[in-house]
């Protein structure tokens, strides 16, 4: 069978790479010269999320981290072990290696060719000016798909734009092995801004905001909270939208399936959609023929978005800039009982279990138990943020 899958990123590349393990006749076309770029996102992953992906790429793999460390608007800041390890990867490396895996499989790829989808079983080549005919359809061209959406995708409201900043630190500069996350609203409005630590005095810092135009003010206020007086030398800076807004109901046509940032699979806390690409293609194909192959695709990725809804109302509970004195008190709260906080449930992926994890510290559990049934003013701040959705 026939299948165009539009748009060469992480979930074009593994959608083709699935496909064509199946059987399928692929042709994969991307607008630009060379994938991976222009960069997008920072590149964090799990050790799960890398299993899912079942490529050979040992070699992206930049640092490996096991805490995270939360910081309030006032900085203090609780640190969370992770069950399982986390790690920076160079995402063009990922990239450029998924295109090599599928280019071996057989999968046809046309770099610095733009299509436009004409109906659900065709679509125009703006390089030959020929429509041209396939069985299926993958949609994996990201968020540009947002500026003209076929009528099955939803039409996202609002969005979140990231920037990173990758910079050179001089002087002494004592080295950290954790990744820190800042929910400060007065800094980064509607999400958080983030400190990714690489070799000695090289950091990863980025900042996702509702008002884009205040983006490099606020981080170059950033910088010199963190580092001070140190001259700082910004290597490169790039980013773009992080989608944190899940479709309202899934429901494509007979021969099409959306994917990725172009149906809006992102982790709703953190934006993070590795996640949910590779776990929508993480099944054996060996036993699957071609057609077979794109109904159960079609079939993960609603399960994969099932999932993601449950982790919403936790995200619009660290989103909402209305809950900023909340945040602050529950990290301080923690961080005078706590250095650091271990439990099963902290998981990177699967947000949703977050307000499990003092369940499996009993001494957590009693101490956060005291503070609800001790203090009527936080138990009301807590029970607004996490209904506010559905008083709205």
């Not at 490529?55 to 309030?72: G, Q, R």
Request: glycine share 6%.
């Amino acid at each position: 069978m026939k299948t165009g899958v539009i748009g060469g990123g992480i979930s074009g590349l593994l959608t083709s790479i699935r496909l064509s393990e199946s059987g399928c006749n692929v042709y994969l076309y991307e607008e630009h010269t060379e994938v991976g770029l222009p960069e997008h996102c920072t590149g964090i992953v799990s050790k799960k999320t890398l299993k899912m992906m079942n490529a050979p790429i040992d070699e992206c793999i930049k640092k490996e981290f096991t805490e995270i460390a939360f910081f309030n608007s006032k900085g203090e800041s609780i640190k969370l072990k992770l069950n399982e390890p986390i790690f920076s990867i160079d995402r063009v490396c990922l990239e450029k290696k998924l295109l090599k895996i599928a280019e071996g499989l057989g999968v046809n790829v046309y770099l610095k060719t733009k299509v436009a989808l004409v109906d659900h079983d065709r679509f125009y080549n703006f390089s030959t000016k020929k429509i041209e005919d396939f069985n299926n359809i993958v949609l994996a061209w990201g968020n540009s798909i947002q500026q003209n959406p076929p009528p099955f995708l939803h039409k996202r409201t609002s969005q979140i734009i990231g920037i990173n900043r990758l910079i050179e630190i001089e002087g002494n500069i004592k080295e950290e092995n954790y990744i820190s996350v800042y929910f400060n609203h007065y800094l980064s409005p509607g999400f958080f801004s983030w400190k990714v630590p690489l070799n000695r005095g090289t950091f990863i810092l980025g900042l996702g905001s509702l008002d884009p135009k205040k983006i490099p003010l606020s981080l170059n206020k950033f910088e010199n909270e963190l580092f001070g007086n140190n001259r700082i030398k910004i290597v490169k800076s790039y980013g773009g939208v992080i989608n944190v807004s899940l479709p309202e109901a899934v429901a494509f046509p007979k021969k099409v399936i959306a994917i990725g940032d172009a149906l809006g699979m992102s982790k709703p806390l953190s934006g993070g959609g590795i996640y949910g690409i590779s776990k929508a293609l993480n099944f054996d194909v060996t036993r699957i023929n071609c057609e077979d192959v794109f109904e159960k695709i079609k079939s993960n990725i609603f399960n994969v978005v099932r999932e993601l809804k449950k982790q919403e109302r936790i995200s619009r509970v660290f989103h909402n800039p209305s809950n900023q004195e909340l945040l602050d008190e529950t990290i301080s709260f923690i961080s005078k009982n706590y250095s650091i906080i271990s439990s099963k449930a902290i998981d990177y992926d699967e947000h949703q279990n977050f307000i499990l994890f003092p369940i499996f510290s009993p001494k957590l559990f009693l101490t956060m138990s005291l503070k609800l049934i001790r203090d009527k003013e936080y138990r009301k701040k807590l029970k607004k943020a996490i209904y506010s959705d559905l008083l709205d």
